[in-house]
């Protein structure tokens, strides 16, 4: 398999990344099925879940769906195949369709006795499309039918260390998916006022993220999501998921947007709380609290430095402005293949055992949740570069521009 083959400008360096990771694991290959992980391994992310990757020390192959050639030719693969996950004639689920493409596919690479990391842990999964298949299970079965002379074991491990580090291609999607949504929050929290409820602040933030995306050059497919949460409901952001309720907004009320943007599979996670009219002394403090933790985190973002250091710099802020108690989860993790990757590092967390490296890219979000009353989170992006971190997210960065009079 030739990797040299339709590598784009950043596949190369991910295709070395991956063989790094394949090396340190002890595997010849890692064979990946969830459309993030396909993504991770050959540039071209899935649409309905049936794809599969095969990454090997040379390259990467790719078996998709015959309808979605187009997309998986778009990527570095060194070879794409495809297959048509059912038929008129045959009943069955697309892992049976699979079984015999990707036998052949395994042969060929020379990998029908070779050591095959495969997923088998937990994972957050971004919704590509209204309803996705997943192997799950059925993987390791169809692959021990495909290479019944394999070795196969867990791939977590290669694929954690494959999905901790960026390349500049991946982080350039990062960076105009959080682009886009710093236009949408830009331009639409500005018509935000008493009287409208969360439903029509959260529809005008999430629709220009598809429009704006789509009219850039060089992008597929772009679009994302929006929430909004306020008064007392946002204090419910420090929750499992954001949710949008059918309040009415109301002068004084905290206003909490959180948005996940992505264009062509990669991902932002952004938050920003705004005021409806003047803040009042309590908002006002804890604006306060919530810009100097910020400050103290990217202060201590340096390659090498331990995650959980840079949580306690913000998380000593917020406890010295006595909010420490209403900080109620780590304050960031990996960002990019996912919108929220708490399974892979970096997660900056009290309990991390995580050292932050160049390529690496995540969020930092300080926040506040003070429950019957409200809640306040400014969630940015950022990437590690090897003189500090780069704020993907340099937009509405300072407490006087979250007000909307």
Do not use: K
């Amino acid at each position: 398999m030739n990797s040299d083959t339709r590598c784009d400008e950043g596949g190369r360096e991910r295709i070395s990344y991956v063989r790094q990771a394949l090396s340190g694991s002890g595997l010849d290959a890692l064979v990946c099925t969830w459309p993030d992980n396909v993504l991770v391994l050959s540039g071209y992310w899935p649409v309905v879940g049936t794809a599969v990757a095969v990454a090997t020390g040379d390259g990467v192959a790719v078996l998709a769906p015959e309808d979605e050639r187009d997309l998986a030719a778009g990527g570095w693969a060194g070879e794409v195949r495809t297959y048509r996950p059912g038929s008129l004639q045959q009943l069955i689920s697309p892992a049976e369709a699979a079984r015999e493409p990707l036998r052949a596919l395994l042969a060929d690479l020379g990998l029908s006795q070779a050591r095959i990391g495969y997923e088998d842990g937990p994972m957050f999964e971004n919704a590509s499309y209204a309803a996705m298949f997943m192997y799950g299970a059925a993987l390791s079965r169809v692959l021990a039918e495909a290479a019944p002379d394999a070795a196969l074991q867990s791939g977590m491990d290669a694929l954690s260390q494959s999905r901790a580090v960026m390349t500049p291609y991946e982080t350039g999607r990062v960076r105009l998916a959080c682009e886009i949504a710093g236009t949408a929050f830009t331009r639409e929290s500005a018509s935000i006022r008493p009287g409208m409820r969360e439903p029509e602040v959260a529809a005008r933030v999430a629709a220009p993220l598809s429009e704006e995306g789509l009219a850039r050059p060089g992008v597929e497919r772009a679009g994302g999501f929006a929430w909004c949460m306020s008064g007392p409901n946002s204090a419910g952001a420090g929750a499992a998921y954001a949710r949008t309720r059918n309040r009415e907004l109301r002068e004084g009320d905290l206003v909490l947007i959180h948005c996940n943007s992505y264009v062509d599979g990669y991902w932002s996670d952004i938050t920003r709380t705004y005021t409806l009219g003047t803040p009042d002394e309590r908002q006002q403090s804890m604006y306060d609290a919530i810009f100097a933790a910020r400050a103290a985190a990217l202060a201590r973002i340096q390659p090498g430095e331990a995650a959980a250091e840079v949580d306690a710099a913000a998380r000593d802020v917020l406890t010295a402005h006595g909010f420490g108690a209403n900080f109620t989860h780590g304050l960031g993790h990996n960002v990019g293949f996912s919108a929220i990757s708490a399974e892979f590092p970096p997660r900056l967390h009290p309990a991390s055992p995580d050292r932050l490296e160049v390529g690496m890219t995540f969020n930092v979000e300080p926040s506040i949740y003070i429950e019957g009353y409200g809640g306040m989170r400014h969630c940015d992006v950022v990437t590690l570069r090897e003189d500090g971190p780069e704020l993907l997210t340099a937009f509405q960065s300072a407490a006087e521009q979250l007000i909307i009079s």
